[in-house]
C-alpha cells in the first residue's frame, strides 16, 4: 500500500516537471499618432528573445509563461518598455505604438551631394519640422527668404533678389516641371500642399549643367507619393486665412494615391493693413504612383483687386479697380526605371497658364513638353585616382501657343490696344535644350568635380536665339568635417518679364539672350556644440538683363526703355548690365533641443544707368537673419526669427541741380527694416490620431515697410513742378497674426 502510494505521487509530480509550454505574443507596432505601421523596429524580452517588424508592423515572439518586460525599439522613434503576462500554450495580442523622435534631431541640412540629381552648393531643406520655421507661416517655400544670398525688398511679397539678379531670372522647378510660381501671392504660402513637399533645395548660383533656361537662383522642389505603410492617411488645417485637406490612399496592386488642396479666405486680415486690398486663392493636387510610373495634376489661383483711386504711379488719376489674376495648370506623367547603372527620368507635361491685370488685359498659354534625363555610374579607374565617374545627359523641348486679351482702359493703360505691346499679341513659340556633364571622383572621394555644356535654343516668329552655356563645379574634402567648395559658368536666358507671372516667358525675343557669368567659392567647417559654419564669397557679370521699374516714378539718370518695346512693356522694363558680389555667412545647428542658424548676407549689385555705374534698385547691403527654435516640455516648440535688413536706394535731388547739373542715381537709402517673428506650435498625441495648434505673428514689431517714395507737386507760376527734392516714404505699417489648428491620423 504504501509503494502504491509513492507511485501515485510520483505520477501526480510529472507534469510539473516536464518542460513547460510556451506562449505566442502577437501583435503590431505603430506610430503614435497615427495609423503608420514601423517596419524594423526590434522587440526584445527578458529571456532574451528577438523580433523584428515586418512592412507591415507585425511580429511574433514565442515566451515561456509568466510575466516578461518587453523593450520596443526603432531609430526614429524613443524606445518603448511593456510587461505582458504569459501563459503557457496560450497566445495573446497586443499592439504598441512609439512616439516619434523630436524632429529637431534632424531638421536641417546642407548637402553637396545627396539625394538630387543636380551638383552644386545648395541649401536642402526636409522633414516636417520645416512647417514650423518661425517668418514661413508653416510653408517650406517661404523659408528661402531666411536663407544667405536672398534678399526680399518688399515684405510679405514672394518677391526675391537672389545675388543681385533680377527677380524675374530666378527658376521655380517642380517634380522636374518648369512652373512660373510656387507662391501665391502675399500671405497664401506655396502654391503645394506643405506635407507632401518631400525636397526643397535651393541654388543660389553656380550649378551644374542640368539646370537650363534661367540665369539666377533655381528652387528645385520634389513631392512624395502617397505612405503605402496603411489603406488611409489624412489631414486637415484650419486658421485664420485658409482651410487646407490632404488624403492618402493605398490600393490593391500597390497603386498609391495623394489627393490635396487648399483654400484661402485671407481678406479681413489684409483689410487690417490696406481696407482696399482683396485676395483670394486656392489651389490643388492630385498625385498617383504605380510602380515606376508617376501621374500628376495640379493647379494654382491667385485673385488681388485693388482700388487705384489716385495712384500717380502710371500718371493718371480717377478711380480704378485694379485686378491681377493668375492661374496655372498642370498634367504630368513621368516614368522614372532604375537598371543597374542607369537611372532615367522622362516625362511628358501638359500645361495652361493665365495671367491678368488691371481689371482686363492679359494672356493665356497652351503649352506641351516633353525631356529626359539619364545618369550612367561607369565606376571608377585606379589608373587615373579615379574613384567614381557619372556620365549625364538630358534633352527638353516645349512647344506654347500665347493669346492675348485686350479690355480698353482708358484712365490707366490708353485707348489703343497696342499700348499693350508685347502682352497683346498672339504668337507661338518652340523652345529646348540639351545637356552633357560628367563627374568624377578622385583620390578616395577627396575631389569631386562637375565638367558640362549645355546648349538651348529659343524660336518665336521670325527669331531665333541660341546660347552655349558651359560650367563646372568642384568640391574638396581638405579633412574631415572641413571641405572646399567652388563654382563657375555661363547662365543665360531669354527676355523674361521684371517679375515671373503665369503666361509671360518666350517673351520678347528680339531683345536677346540675358546673360550672366557666375562664380562662387567657399569653405564648410564643423564645429564643437553640433554647430556648422560655411562661408561663401560670389561674383556675377550681367548683361542685357531685364530689371523692373520699381515705383514708375520718372526719376533722373535712369536708363531709357528698349526701343523694340511698346506699351506696359516699356514701362516696367529696363534692359541693363552690370555686376553683383558679395559674401554669405551661415552659422547652423541642427541638432539638440535649440536649433536654428544665424545667416548673413553683405552684397552690391550695381548697374550701369544713363549716368554711369550705380547701386542697382534692388541693391541692398546688410541682410541678417537669425532662426532659433527650442524643444519645451509638454510637446511645446517655440521659434522666433529676426531680420534686420538695409533699405533700398532711391534718388534724391535739389532744385537747384535741375535742369543743368544731374544728381548722382541712388544716392539716398530707405530706412533700415527690423522685423520679429514669433511662433509656438502645441501637439497633442493620442492612440490613432493627433491634434496640433500653432500661433504665429509676423512683424511683433509692427514696423513699416517702405516699399518706395512718390514726390508732391507744387504750383510755380500756375505750373505744376514735381519736387524731387521732397520724396515721400509709401508703405503700411503693419502686423499679421496667424493662427491655426490641424488634425492627423
Known amino acids: ?49 528577438v523580433a523584428i517588424t515586418d512592412d507591415n508592423g507585425h511580429f511574433e515572439l514565442s515566451l515561456s509563461p509568466g510575466p516578461h ?31 516619434p523622435l523630436p524632429a529637431y534631431r534632424r531638421r536641417y541640412q546642407t548637402i553637396v551631394h545627396g ?26 517655400f517661404r523659408a528661402v527668404a531666411l536663407l544667405p544670398g536672398v534678399t526680399q525688398p518688399m515684405p510679405l511679397l514672394p518677391l526675391y533678389v537672389v545675388r543681385g539678379a533680377s527677380p524675374g531670372m530666378s527658376g521655380f522647378f517642380l517634380d522636374g516641371m518648369r512652373i512660373p510660381a510656387l507662391f501665391h501671392f502675399l500671405i497664401g504660402g506655396g502654391v503645394i500642399h506643405p506635407r507632401l513637399i518631400d525636397r526643397l533645395d535651393f541654388y543660389p548660383g553656380s550649378y551644374d549643367a542640368s539646370f537650363g533656361h534661367f540665369a539666377g537662383g533655381i528652387i528645385d522642389a520634389a513631392t512624395r507619393p502617397a505612405r503605402s505603410d496603411a489603406p488611409l492617411h489624412g489631414e486637415a488645417q484650419l486658421s485664420l486665412y485658409d482651410l487646407s485637406a490632404l488624403a492618402e490612399v493605398r490600393l490593391p496592386g500597390n497603386v498609391r494615391i495623394a489627393a490635396s488642396g487648399h483654400y484661402g479666405y485671407p481678406g479681413p486680415l489684409i483689410h487690417l493693413i490696406d481696407p482696399s486690398v482683396d485676395i483670394n ?72 497658364d493665365e495671367m491678368a491685370v488691371l481689371g482686363g488685359f492679359g494672356v493665356r498659354k497652351l503649352a506641351l513638353s516633353a525631356r529626359a534625363h539619364a545618369r550612367f555610374h561607369l565606376g ?74 549645355r546648349a538651348d535654343v529659343y524660336h518665336v516668329g521670325q527669331v531665333t536665339l541660341l546660347g552655349i552655356d558651359p560650367r563646372t563645379t568642384l568640391r574638396i574634402k581638405l579633412m574631415k568635417g572641413l571641405a572646399l567648395t567652388g563654382g563657375f559658368g555661363l547662365y543665360q536666358q531669354p527676355p523674361s518679364f ?17 546673360r550672366a557669368w557666375q562664380g562662387a567659392s567657399g569653405v564648410e567647417a564643423a564645429l564643437p556644440a553640433d554647430l556648422t559654419l560655411a562661408a561663401t564669397g ?3 557679370r550681367f548683361a542685357n538683363i531685364n530689371d523692373a521699374v520699381i515705383d514708375f516714378t520718372p526719376t533722373v539718370c535712369t536708363s531709357p526703355p528698349p526701343e523694340s518695346l511698346s506699351g506696359l512693356p516699356a514701362i516696367v522694363t529696363r534692359q541693363v548690365a552690370g555686376d553683383s558680389f558679395g559674401m554669405e555667412l551661415l552659422l547652423r545647428r541642427h541638432t539638440g533641443r535649440l536649433t536654428g542658424w544665424i545667416a548673413y548676407t553683405l552684397s552690391r549689385s550695381e548697374r550701369v544707368f544713363s549716368c554711369g555705374l550705380r547701386p542697382a534698385d534692388f541693391d541692398q547691403t546688410h541682410v541678417l537673419n537669425i532662426v532659433a527654435q527650442v524643444r519645451l516640455p509638454w510637446n511645446l516648440m517655440a521659434g522666433a526669427r529676426l531680420l534686420v535688413q538695409t533699405g533700398r536706394p532711391y534718388t534724391q535731388v535739389s532744385l537747384d541741380e535741375l535742369p543743368d547739373n544731374t544728381p548722382l542715381r541712388n544716392n539716398q537709402r530707405l530706412p533700415t527694416y527690423v522685423q520679429l517673428d514669433l511662433r509656438l506650435d502645441r501637439e497633442w498625441v493620442f492612440k490613432a490620431w493627433a491634434i496640433a495648434a500653432f500661433i504665429e505673428v509676423l512683424n511683433t514689431t509692427y514696423s513699416r515697410s517702405i516699399l518706395a517714395v512718390t514726390y508732391p507737386t507744387t504750383m510755380i507760376d500756375t505750373a505744376n513742378i514735381t519736387r524731387y527734392d521732397l520724396p515721400v516714404p509709401v508703405g503700411p505699417q503693419w502686423i499679421l497674426p496667424a493662427l491655426g489648428i490641424r488634425g492627423r491620423f
Request: hydrophobic content about 40%; overall charge negative; cysteine-free.
Open 498 to 514: 521684371p517679375v515671373a507671372l503665369p503666361g509671360i516667358d518666350t517673351y520678347a525675343l528680339q531683345l536677346g539672350l540675358q
Open 115 to 140: 539625394e538630387s540629381r543636380h551638383e552644386g552648393a545648395r541649401f536642402s531643406l526636409r522633414n516636417e519640422e520645416l512647417h514650423q520655421t518661425p517668418g514661413t507661416l508653416g510653408d517650406p
Open 69 to 99: 518586460e518587453i523593450l520596443i525599439a526603432d531609430e526614429r522613434h524613443e524606445p518603448m518598455r511593456a510587461t505582458e503576462q504569459i501563459r503557457s500554450g496560450e497566445g495573446i495580442t497586443v499592439e504598441y505604438r512609439l512616439v
Open 1 to 49: 500500500m504504501f509503494h502504491r502510494l509513492i507511485a501515485l505521487a510520483a505520477l501526480t509530480a510529472l507534469p510539473a516537471l516536464a518542460d513547460p509550454v510556451p506562449g505566442r505574443l502577437v501583435g503590431r507596432v505603430f506610430e503614435r499618432g497615427s495609423v503608420s505601421p514601423i517596419a524594423g523596429a526590434t522587440l526584445s524580452s527578458t529571456g532574451s528573445e
Open 538 to 540: 560670389f561674383f556675377a
Open 281 to 352: 486663392y486656392w489651389d490643388y493636387q492630385l498625385r498617383m504612383d504605380w510602380r515606376s510610373l508617376t501621374l500628376e495634376a495640379l493647379g494654382s489661383f491667385d485673385s488681388t483687386v485693388a482700388d487705384l483711386s489716385n495712384y500717380q504711379s502710371l500718371g493718371r488719376s480717377g478711380n480704378v479697380a485694379g485686378e491681377y489674376r493668375v492661374a496655372f495648370h498642370r498634367l504630368q506623367l513621368r516614368h522614372r526605371p532604375h537598371w543597374r547603372h542607369v537611372d532615367l527620368d522622362t516625362a511628358l507635361v501638359g500645361g495652361v
Open 380 to 453: 571608377g579607374w585606379q589608373a587615373l585616382r579615379l574613384d567614381d565617374l557619372t556620365l549625364s545627359a538630358g534633352i527638353d523641348a516645349e512647344l506654347s501657343r500665347f493669346r492675348g486679351s485686350n479690355f480698353p482702359l482708358p484712365d490707366v493703360i490708353g485707348e489703343a490696344p497696342d499700348q499693350l505691346g508685347e502682352l497683346s499679341g498672339d504668337r507661338d513659340g518652340l523652345s529646348g535644350g540639351l545637356y552633357l556633364q560628367a563627374t568624377g571622383e578622385f583620390f578616395h572621394r577627396r575631389l569631386t568635380t562637375t565638367l558640362g555644356v
